[in-house]
């Protein structure tokens, strides 16, 4: 099983940015997918938002309500973070993760994507 998280980058506060997390060797039409983010002063990863198999539901961590939207598309096999209106304080790497249910707790779920960088300058 591998998640490959991409589309991370470089871009200015108040800008916009979207990430995608392909799978393989997992349908991921059959797990709830999530978005964790761990920056360099943090020793463990936190919630970013999660998504249920369906689509159906979605859950977000307060900070980023309203800015940031997950979506999946499982015909493709793949999840998106679509996230705007950025702030210095979003700058982390971003993991994708699977599991079975939609959770916040990182050990909820099963399968890590590498994760991306997401910087936002001031």
């Known amino acids: 099983v591998q998640l490959q998280a991409s589309g991370g980058g470089l871009v200015q506060s108040g800008g916009s940015l979207r990430l995608s997390c392909a799978a393989s060797?997992?349908?991921?039409?059959?797990?709830?997918m999530a978005w964790f983010r761990q920056n360099r002063e943090q020793s463990r990863k936190f919630f970013v938002a999660t998504i249920s198999w369906s689509g159906v539901a979605t859950y977000y961590q307060d900070s980023v309500k309203g800015r940031f939207t997950i979506s999946r598309d499982n015909a493709k096999n793949t999840i998106y973070l679509q996230m705007n209106a950025l702030k210095p304080e979003d700058t982390a790497v971003y993991f994708c993760?699977?599991?079975?249910?939609?959770?916040?707790?990182?050990?909820?779920?099963?399968?890590w994507g590498q994760g991306t960088q997401v910087t936002v300058s001031s």
């Open positions: 993760a699977s599991g079975p249910a939609v959770r916040t707790e990182v050990d909820e779920y099963d399968y």
């Open positions: 060797g997992l349908e991921i039409g059959n797990y709830a």
